[in-house]
């Protein structure tokens, strides 16, 4: 470890000398906001517009010195608006903008006035959705489709993301994606990432970013991409906050109420947030297995599985950024979650033989609870070694504690034949410990040249035990098949470095990142242990060529791994009903990928790519017969030998009239996997698509309209064939009372076409199943604001523990 990290140092303190990092991918606006006498306008709001149609771009807020900065911008055509509070609204005129940096004259600020002027002003709402070069940008509050929403919910209903039957992610149509929150890795996939997205409601994110192939300075997992969720942060002088409250009502009611405080004077800012959630839900199941042996039919079952679950959540988040000079700045937080789940599920099963006749009957009822407390500390500094900020320092130390307290009562009746009823009680305990310290220096030189360095080191301990015992006849005896412990530690070391230079039209960025990996799994049971110890590198380049004004030319590469997670990795059984149950798989391997992609910009609104990758040892999601036979099913993590993905996206925003924009989203793709699992050969693929259609309407008087539909076809994904689905949604936003309050309402899957009918196929067994969840809800919600309106620039962001804490429960 120590030979790696002084490598990874020794390489970034050449570099610095020589070459640059990080650097901007497109030109820079700089400019400077000034009140009438000419002194320096602090907190102004400025927003760059495109010419073409005024839409907003990018909003930021002027500093201490009345100077604002836009960065990572296309070349095009652009204007400046600048506002802030007892001043008009100013516009500068349009300007070109090229490959060459540029410097505004300063906008002068007019005081307001009670005499209404006759100029043309502009009204700009936030758009739903920014794309840039490398990313799609979700401006989560922009729509009201997020009142009483979880971010599960909006992330379903995000460009090029979908979530399947059994809660995995998938952007553009690949699994494999790292979840950041606030930069922060989540240490979960599946179920158990699902269900924190369910308690994180969508009023305490600010914006969800979509990058489909990260640079070096990212982990180097997220083989599909990253999604980077940023939570909100006020940012506003003073003593501000606000609250607000849901309530939503499908099947059962959906409440969620929170509130946020924020003071910030001269040095201290001080910040937190508390939401409070209780979300009923139902779920529906129907499967029907058909089983063979040597190619002939052998009998079938079906059941059916209906279920209530609540979700009762607390979230919270609380900080402090304290300035200790003009060049260094300090901060803390504490975040936690503490979600509570309870679900009752009845089961109906009957199997038949070959020729159709009944062999047995029985009745399940599964209670299910879940706790699972967590808390997570981070540290973190900046400093700028000069005034100009081309020198800067960051680090992060995290740590964090997750636990896990899971029972299960299975209690089932057999009424053909008749026999003795049985309990299966399982009582899951675990514990994660995760504790992470990484360190980025950039370095700007004067000649368009960046450099960007870095070092990260993290460690991992993950403790499981589980207990099942059988009731039979009245008597509690522990289960020995089932019961297990098993225990994992890892040390992941990483170091990277990146060099951006522009040369004229074209800029060019290269990175390369080296992870160090020991990791140590032991189950009790049959004292079976495995021990990895590997390092990789991960290169990654990334071109773009400005053509004309009106095109740009965009070409990216990288190497990315995937390792099991923690739950992927444990072998601990889940009953779903009588024959059907959840394990991981210890003999899991890390998946690696290859990505390239090509992107072309027409006039920085029309985006089309087209992408390639190719996966070894491919990490999916599988139902299939169990070892145990006597027709159970098991839900597992297998590796298959390869994948292939070929992908076309297309970006096709619509201005059709000055009240009503249109953005069109559609992934369209070709993924072939091949592999031997359960003793059936794979090697199929089928051409599949996803469309999003986001229309946003302005109504006047304070009102505005969103209307989204998505639609994804048919599509292959392993062993499973799922059927197309989708769903339509409708919302409304009112702005009242001084702006302060706002006022939303919505309507999600209105037509319920988003359940899922799917089958799996094997050479000796069949499963189709059609599962449907509670996705059409009404909701009505509303949020006040308060406090003072003056804003500040953003401060300090996150940690350094976003790799391990996706992976901690699951993905």
């Known amino acids: 470890m120590a030979f790696s990290l002084r490598v990874c140092l020794l390489l970034i303190t050449l570099f610095s000398r020589a070459y640059s990092a990080h650097t901007k991918s497109g030109p820079i606006v700089t400019g400077v906001i000034q009140d009438p006498a000419g002194s320096s306008v602090e907190f102004a709001t400025v927003a760059i517009h495109r010419a073409s149609d005024s839409v907003v771009v990018k909003t930021e807020f002027s500093d201490a010195t009345g100077t604002f900065r836009f960065d990572r911008l296309p070349t095009g055509s652009y204007f400046i608006t600048a506002s802030q509070v007892g001043y008009e609204r100013v516009q500068t005129a349009p300007f070109a903008l090229s490959s060459d940096d540029q410097k505004l004259p300063a906008l002068r600020l007019k005081p307001s006035s009670n005499t209404q002027l006759k100029e043309v002003t502009v009204q700009a709402r936030i758009p739903l959705f920014e794309r840039e070069t490398d990313r799609i940008i979700v401006n989560v509050d922009a729509s009201p489709l997020s009142a009483g929403a979880t971010s599960l919910e909006v992330l379903s209903r995000s460009p090029g993301v979908t979530v399947d039957q059994n809660d995995n992610l998938a952007l553009r149509g690949k699994q494999g994606v790292l979840v950041l929150i606030d930069g922060k890795r989540i240490p979960m996939t599946g179920t158990e990432l699902a269900d924190m997205l369910r308690a994180l409601p969508a009023n305490s994110v600010e914006k969800i970013e979509l990058i489909s192939n990260p640079p070096a300075k990212y982990d180097a997992a997220g083989g599909a991409g990253i999604i980077a969720i940023k939570l909100k942060k006020d940012g506003r002088q003073g003593t501000n906050g606000s609250v607000n409250a849901s309530y939503g009502y499908g099947k059962y009611g959906k409440l969620t109420t929170g509130f946020a405080l924020n003071y910030r004077h001269k040095k201290l800012n001080l910040f937190g947030n508390y939401t409070y959630s209780d979300r009923n839900v139902f779920t529906q199941l129907t499967l029907h297995r058909k089983f063979y042996q040597n190619n002939l039919f052998t009998g079938s079952s079906d059941q059916d599985n209906m279920g209530k679950t609540r979700y009762v959540?607390?979230?919270?988040?609380?900080?402090?950024?304290?300035?200790?000079?003009?060049q260094t700045l300090i901060g803390m937080?504490?975040?936690?979650?503490?979600?509570?789940?309870?679900?009752?599920?009845?089961?109906?099963?009957?199997?038949?033989?070959?020729?159709?006749?009944?062999?047995?009957?029985?009745?399940?009822?599964?209670?299910?609870?879940?706790?699972?407390?967590?808390v997570a500390v981070n540290l973190n500094l900046k400093h700028n070694f000069d005034s100009t900020g081309k020198r800067e320092l960051t680090a992060d130390a995290d740590y964090a504690h997750y636990e896990t307290h899971r029972s299960q009562n299975l209690a089932t009746s057999f009424i053909v034949p008749i026999q003795a009823p049985t309990v299966l009680a399982g009582d899951l305990n675990g514990g994660l410990n995760i504790s992470s310290f990484k360190a980025d220096y950039t370095h700007t030189f004067p000649n368009k040249t960046r450099l960007e360095g870095g070092i990260k080191t993290s460690w991992v301990h993950s403790d499981n035990d589980v207990v099942f015992t059988s009731l039979v006849e009245g008597i509690s005896v522990i289960d020995t098949g089932k019961t297990n412990h098993f225990r994992y530690d890892e040390n992941i070391n990483a170091g990277y470095i990146n060099i951006n230079k522009t040369f004229n039209k074209l800029s060019l960025q290269a990175g390369l990142r080296g992870e160090q990996t020991n990791v140590k799994g032991l189950q009790f049971k049959g004292n079976a242990s495995f021990e990895r110890n590997y390092f990789q590198l991960f290169p990654s380049v990334f071109l773009k060529q400005s053509l004309s004004k009106l095109h740009d030319l965009s070409l990216s590469l990288s190497r990315r791994i995937d390792r099991p997670t923690y739950n992927q990795l444990n072998p601990f059984r889940a009953y779903i009903d009588a024959t059907t149950y959840f394990s991981g798989n210890p003999a899991l391997f890390p998946q690696l990928s290859y990505n390239i992609e090509l992107t072309h910009s027409f006039k920085q609104k029309f985006i089309t790519s087209i992408s390639y990758s190719r996966t070894d040892q491919p990490i999916i999601s599988v139902i299939q017969p169990a070892p145990e036979g006597n027709r159970q099913a098991v839900s597992t993590f297998q590796n298959l030998t390869r994948s292939d993905y070929y992908g076309l996206t297309m970006t096709i925003p619509a201005q059709l009239t000055r009240w009503w924009t249109m953005d069109n989203n559609l992934v369209a793709f070709y993924q072939q996997f091949i592999g031997d699992l359960a003793g059936t050969s794979l090697n199929a693929g089928l051409p599949a698509y996803t469309l999003t259609s986001t229309s946003t309407f302005t109504l006047g008087r304070g009102w505005?309209?969103?209307?989204?539909?998505?639609?994804?076809?048919?599509?292959?994904?392993?062993?499973?064939?799922?059927?197309?689905?989708?769903?339509?949604?409708?919302g409304l936003q009112k702005s009242m009372m001084g702006k302060k309050g706002t006022l939303k309402l919505n309507m999600t899957d209105i037509f319920y076409t988003s359940p899922t009918h799917a089958t799996s196929t094997y050479a000796n067994y069949v499963e189709q199943f059609y599962q449907r969840q509670d996705t059409r809800v009404a909701t009505a919600s509303f949020t006040y604001r308060f406090g003072n309106d003056g804003l500040t620039p953003s401060r300090r962001r996150t940690g350094g523990a976003e790799d391990e804490k996706r992976r901690a429960n699951g993905a």
Do not use: H
């Not at 959540?313 to 003009?326: E, F, I, P, Q």
């Not at 969103?706 to 949604?729: A, E, K, M, V």
């Open 313 to 326: 959540a607390n979230t919270y988040r609380a900080g402090l950024d304290y300035t200790l000079s003009k």
């Open 704 to 730: 505005t309209a969103d209307l989204t539909g998505n639609y994804q076809s048919r599509q292959l994904y392993g062993f499973l064939d799922i059927q197309p689905l989708g769903q339509l949604n409708l």
């Open 333 to 374: 937080a504490v975040s936690g979650l503490a979600n509570q789940a309870e679900a009752n599920i009845t089961n109906v099963t009957q199997t038949f033989s070959d020729q159709r006749q009944l062999q047995s009957s029985y009745r399940s009822a599964n209670r299910r609870t879940l706790a699972t407390p967590n």
